[in-house]
């Protein structure tokens, strides 16, 4: 039997980790890397209107309920903002095909979603003052 040189063991090593390497390059440029948004300075310039609105919704104890089932959400917004207009963004992370925005004026309004986690984004005006809410939640 003979003896393999450490030249060969090394080449060997090397080739092995080499070819490592490129697999992973290959499966990192196959990934679908989808941006959360197109406009960041846009909405990095509302933000802290948001902040202020969610502080001030969450100080005075205007929260919104959000009810899960299999087919969707059931969306309840408390009685004060009865005659306002609401608007909900509903943002899914993994599928921007996923996404709705809607706008109303009722006071609770339910949406069909199909199974997915969802990032609810509510806001409305009660006497000019902005509220702001954040629910996650998840559609099995």
Known sequence: MTRM????KITIVYMGFA?????LV?????ENYELVTTDYYKKE?????????????????????CLVNKNGVQIIFPPEAQKSKKDIEI???????????????????ALS?????????????VN????YQEKS???K
């Open 128 to 131: 000019q003052l902005s509220y």
């Open 45 to 65: 310039q509302l933000h802290q209107g948001k902040i202020d609105a969610a502080r001030r919704a969450k100080n005075e104890n205007q929260t919104v309920q």
């Open 19 to 23: 070819a490592m390497i490129l697999t």
């Open 113 to 125: 979603l199909a199974p997915a986690k969802y990032l609810i984004k509510m806001s409305w005006k």
């Open 5 to 8: 040189n450490w030249g060969w």
């Open 91 to 109: 943002y899914c992370p993994t599928d921007q095909s996923k996404d709705q925005m809607h706008s109303t004026e009722q006071n609770a309004i």
């Open 137 to 139: 939640i998840w559609i």
């Open 26 to 30: 290959y499966k990192s440029t196959q």
